[in-house]
């Protein structure tokens, strides 16, 4: 087994949420009150969204329904379809907000919705609906990513002010196409 380093006497979950504090873990093997930090994949690796991505298991999340990912994040993927605005009021009225997925967790939140999400689009919190092609977060802080789609942000028919994700990048959509969304709340 290649592995960065280990640490004995821990438990599954310290090591998994060792391995979130790791600088490019995003493996790691558990065996016998060992925690291996993994470089490669190998017989019993574990990868940190399976670890961390249960539909059941909520702890660390303020509230239920909100499953704990990577140990940083607490995200909830809506199926059913409503407009930017009304999914934005429904994160909000949910004590929570449209994800917002900033540099430093961007490729984390990008694997688990990959891999939970059903290769669907999802509405997520940003817009340029105040000045176009000015993109921001809905806490206000600017969109800084080279992660959108091919031709995108494109502006169609110049209407198209709410973005959205999935299944591979970026993308931004009219604010009042019906779509599936995804709602955050901040681990306490």
Known sequence: M??????KGVTDIVCGERCTSTPDCELFHYDSNTCY????????????????????????????????????????MFKTRKNWYNANDTCNQDGGQLLIMKSEDFFLKKE????????????IGG???????DWIWNDGSPIRSNQWE???PSNSHYAEHCLEF???MLN???????AFFI???LKY
């Open 166 to 168: 999935g299944p591979l």
């Open 127 to 133: 817009t340029d609906i105040e000045t176009e092609g």
């Open 37 to 76: 930090i993994l470089n490669y994949p190998g017989i019993g690796s574990i990868h940190i969204t399976t670890f961390y991505g249960s539909e059941n298991w909520t702890g660390g999340c303020s509230v239920d329904g909100y499953p704990l990912y990577g140990g940083r994040f607490c995200m909830r």
């Open 172 to 178: 931004d959509n009219s604010c009042l196409t019906p």
């Open 183 to 185: 709602c955050e709340k």
């Open 2 to 7: 290649d592995y960065t380093f280990s640490i």
């Open 112 to 123: 688990v919705i990959d891999q939970y999400g059903g290769g669907h689009l999802y509405w």
């Open 150 to 152: 091919a031709g995108n």
